[in-house]
């Protein structure tokens, strides 16, 4: 069995000495590098290299620059996601994200983990663990998701927050570890206009 299927089937693997996956990441970061040296006004360019970069990509994506990955192909996103400056996805797994995603800035997406003792872990050892993020989530500025993590649709996660456990559908969660504060209703709404009053202001989710 080769490194990259034992890290496909979530065994530990060696990511650092095999040539498969040395290469691939290579590859992928020559290409967020171009990406993120290309400026705004060059749109449809950077949409091209992002495609070739994302294993799908809906309509209506916009990642600001800087943006980095380690594979790039096992990131697949759907429709009018929104990604702030400074994001990046450890996708030695699959990550996927839903329709209407918005990442604040400085946010982080981890599925590698390596091994406590510290013989397995200097070894270059690891683990990946896929991220699943439903629809219409919302992430605050600075939050990192650690491996394995599912998140449901229409939760919105606060900023600075670290999720370590899976998050429900439609909650509101914030926090070091992440934690759960209430339920989201339908009727209520995370859009923000100039007449809301600071104090309004659920600061904890404000990206």
Known sequence: ???????????????????????????????????????????????????????????????????????????????????????VILDAAPVTFGDCVFIGPNCAFYTATHPLDVKRRNEGLEWAYPIHVGSNVWFGGGVTVLPGITIGDGTVVGAGSVVTHNLPDHVLAYGNPCKVVRRIEETESCNRTRSTKPQELDWEVWH
């Open 1 to 87: 069995m080769t490194e990259k299927e034992k890290r496909d089937r979530g065994q530990l693997y060696d990511a650092n000495t095999n040539p498969e996956l040395l290469e691939e990441m290579s590859l992928c970061k020559e290409k967020c590098f171009a990406y993120n040296a290309l400026p705004i006004s060059q749109a449809k360019e950077r949409e091209r290299l992002l495609r070739s970069l994302l294993g799908r990509m809906g309509v209506e994506v916009c990642i600001h620059s800087p943006f980095w990955c380690d594979y790039g192909y096992n990131i697949a996103v759907g429709n009018r996601l929104f990604i702030n400056h400074n994001c």
